[in-house]
Nanobody, 115 residues
Framework: QVQLVESGGGLVQAGGSLRLSCAAS????????MTWYRQAPGERRELVAA???????NYADFAKGRFTISRDNAKNTMDLQMTSLKVEDTAKYYC?????????WGQGTQVTVSS
């Protein structure tokens, strides 16, 4: 089993920054791609950014130029640095990890951006 814990969410004004973290523990041998998703109330969950085990990032269009994804394979962590936050970035942010043939999700961390 794999456990994921997200942290770093909170309330921030538009234009501000937040750094989200996802810590993985458990049976995480050979962890694959790690991904951030988000889901706003009444909306579908959407991909924010992903990073392969080799460190190659991929971003949703809305995240390009504002968000930076990173990971530390030695610590089994993944971060998402978010800058120039907008009200429409308000959502619950989730991390997902692929280990072998299975994927695991965290419980999410709330990000609220006020105008």
């Amino acid at each position: 089993q794999v456990q994921l814990v997200e942290s770093g969410g909170g309330l921030v004004q538009a234009g501000g920054s937040l750094r989200l973290s996802c810590a993985a523990s458990g049976s995480i041998f050979n962890m694959g791609t790690m991904t951030w998703y988000r889901q706003a109330p009444g909306e579908r969950r959407e991909l924010v950014a992903a990073i392969t085990s080799g460190g190659t990032p991929n971003y949703a269009d809305f995240a390009k130029g504002r968000f930076t994804i990173s990971r530390d394979n030695a610590k089994n962590t993944m971060d998402l640095q978010m800058t120039s936050l907008k009200v429409e970035d308000t959502a619950k942010y989730y991390c997902k990890v692929i280990v072998g043939n299975a994927s695991y999700w965290g419980q999410g961390t709330q990000v609220t951006v006020s105008s």
